[in-house]
């Protein structure tokens, strides 16, 4: 750290935050459909993984995946990305991030609770919970995606093992 | 960005995290009734505009809210305002930002479940789910609030409307 | 402010991202178990504060818990942490962060429900819901954390009592 300049330690502090606002767009894309965050966001080759072989390869593959009659008819249901705090290593013009995704649709079955000032709801429920690693690497246009691997939180080990990853 | 000085550009990251603190204190100024976090947080004249012709304008109508009745009634009863990471695009002297909001509440009728190291409780229940839309502007005192959207990602097209803006 | 230097500002931006990657570690490591982080994110004489009497002194008796029979029970079950954005306050040498943390598991009891494109599942459940304290020193090896208290959001007072610290 202390051999560094200035204009690297702030172009450090500028990746994590590049980074961090590539991973925070991602739920607004998905929820609205917009195919044009993907096809920035990922390298041409740029791969995505979600397990049980469901992948796409390449940013137009993946921008696809949003504008499918499927996922079309989930946003027209109530369709909630909601991420939390990344952990993210920039290694030079190369980096990682971890983060962890719930995927919320309304809870059509619930029955109503009133909570004051609140309003009155059936609430919302957490359908899919993954665990993300993100890798990315610097280009002349920004931070892209090269491979994204999402894996469920539901005792399976592979999202075990894609969180230790991290360290 | 080549053409910015140092100054300029860690200007630019010291803004985006101030916004990322004004968001992060939102929740805890909420579950605790803080007005003062709202006063401080939003221009005199500024908005809360929470859909279905419920709003607030300005700093000392919006910081009143939290001390209702209603509302307290709900801190009462458990109250959880959730955030996710923001995403914050920055325009000289404003800035817009679009986040997630869960409000969490006790989930009180739900059967007990046990997790091992982790107690036994009836959970909690996602009772709203919104997207949001900041708008900011920076004053002497720092940013501030102009106008902050609520909308409920309930399938409406309402939300849809609000979190394409940040594209 | 403005009295600062550039290399000041710039410190107090490094700092603040550490304390975020600090917190932003903690979900991965408690989801599988990986002691190092605790050893290492903890001062050696750092406290975990869980309340109900259930604490944990010193790095070592931190790191020990994610070793656990039970803990690891809840691993092999389904075990998902999941922080939002936290409000970080820096003041010199030492911080103090207040986060939320939900502790999500598989809804093993619910019936399934299909969301296009997104698959069938039973979905998730939050078990727990609980707002942080962090309490950090800056040390020759980074931020440590001296102090984390957690209290649940139940509508307890304890929990309202710490966030309100915040302000």
Chains 1, 2, 3 share one sequence.
Request: aromatic fraction near 6%; charged fraction near 20%; proline fraction near 5%.
């Amino acid at each position: 750290m202390t051999t560094q300049t200035l204009e690297q330690r702030l172009r450090a502090v500028e990746d994590k935050l590049a980074i961090y606002q590539l991973i925070a767009s991602h739920p607004p894309a998905a929820d609205t459909g917009t195919d044009s965050y993907y096809r920035d966001a990922f390298t041409s080759d740029g791969t995505v993984d979600l397990g049980g072989g469901k992948a796409a390869n390449g940013n137009e593959a993946i921008a696809s995946v949003v504008k499918t009659e499927a996922h079309q008819a989930a946003i027209a249901g109530g369709l909630c990305h909601f991420t939390g705090l990344p952990r993210v290593t920039i290694n030079g013009d190369t980096a990682t991030a971890t983060s962890y995704l719930q995927v919320i649709t309304p809870n059509r079955d619930a029955p109503a609770v009133d909570i004051p000032g609140h309003g009155t709801t059936g609430g919302f429920r957490i359908h899919r919970l993954g665990a993300n690693r993100w890798e990315l690497v610097r280009t002349p246009d920004g931070w892209k995606v090269t491979r994204r691997t999402l894996r469920q939180l539901d005792g399976s080990p592979e999202a075990r093992d894609l969180l230790k990853q991290a360290f």
